[in-house]
């Protein structure tokens, strides 16, 4: 699985509460969700949720990693925005070349 989908998967599934509705909000379905979440455990070996048929909460490494992972994702997001507004705008000198008579002309 995808490292950045599993982590947007987990934060997504500790702000919504459950794996239905963040995949729900990300338009996966629970078995992929799920499949995110396991694949993020294996890695990091440890377990990030405890989860029952109606609820889930977080480990205590599960609530150290969500902090993290929120403040990465944010951090993500803004260097995209800005990378995006400092491609938008033109910026720095303009240099034009243009026949003596223009010059005079003008």
């Known amino acids: 699985a995808d490292r950045l989908t599993a982590i947007e998967v987990f ?13 729900a ?3 996966l ?10 694949a993020l455990e294996d890695r990091l070996g ?3 949720l405890n989860r029952t048929t109606r609820r889930c909460s ?9 902090e993290r ?11 995209e925005r800005e990378a995006g507004r400092s491609g938008a705008l033109p910026t ?3 240099r034009l070349n243009a026949p003596m008579t223009f010059g005079t002309m003008l």
């Open 69 to 79: 992972a929120r403040q990465i994702l944010a951090e993500l997001a803004e260097a």
């Open 25 to 27: 909000r990300l338009g």
């Open 46 to 48: 440890v377990r990030l």
């Open 11 to 23: 934060v997504q599934i500790v702000e919504d509460g459950s794996l239905i509705a963040a995949g």
């Open 92 to 94: 720095g000198r303009l």
């Open 58 to 66: 977080l480990t205590e490494a599960g609530s150290i990693y969500h």
């Open 29 to 38: 379905s629970r078995a992929a969700v799920s499949k995110h979440l396991m």
